[in-house]
Nanobody
Framework: QQQLVESGGGLVQAGGSLRLSCVGF????????MGWFRQAPGREREFVSSISWTGGTTYYQDSVKGRFTISRDNAKNAVYLQMNNLKPEDTAAYYC?????????????????WGQGAQVTVSS
């Protein structure tokens, strides 16, 4: 079992930055691929980014490439999403996710564990 607790959301102007954190409280955190998804009101949940067990492999949705960076620190049971040059269209609830398989995190289907969500609001 993994309980994922998120923090770092907030309100920021366009062009600003935020850093989301997700901390796991279960065993064998380093055995899980991790990822971030987001969902805006009236829209479907979409994939944002993911990272492999050791951090050696990462994936990004095209719209955030060059602006967002995912990283992890297994010693702290944590995964992070650094978001720079934020745009109004980035406004959404952001959810971290954990699963034994990296491709499951990318697809967003049948994910083992979810965080509670963190609201990110970007004003224009």
């Amino acid at each position: 079992q993994q309980q994922l607790v998120e923090s770092g959301g907030g309100l920021v102007q366009a062009g600003g930055s935020l850093r989301l954190s997700c901390v796991g409280f279960g065993r064998s955190f380093s055995s899980y691929a991790m990822g971030w998804f987001r969902q805006a009101p009236g829209r479907e949940r979409e994939f944002v980014s993911s990272i492999s067990w050791t951090g050696g492999t990462t994936y990004y949705q095209d719209s955030v490439k060059g602006r967002f960076t995912i990283s992890r620190d297994n010693a702290k049971n944590a995964v992070y999403l650094q978001m720079n040059n934020l745009k109004p269209e980035d406004t959404a609830a952001y959810y971290c996710a954990a699963d034994p398989k990296l491709q499951t995190v990318v697809s967003g289907r049948s994910i083992a564990f979810w965080g509670q969500g963190a609201q990110v609001t970007v004003s224009s």
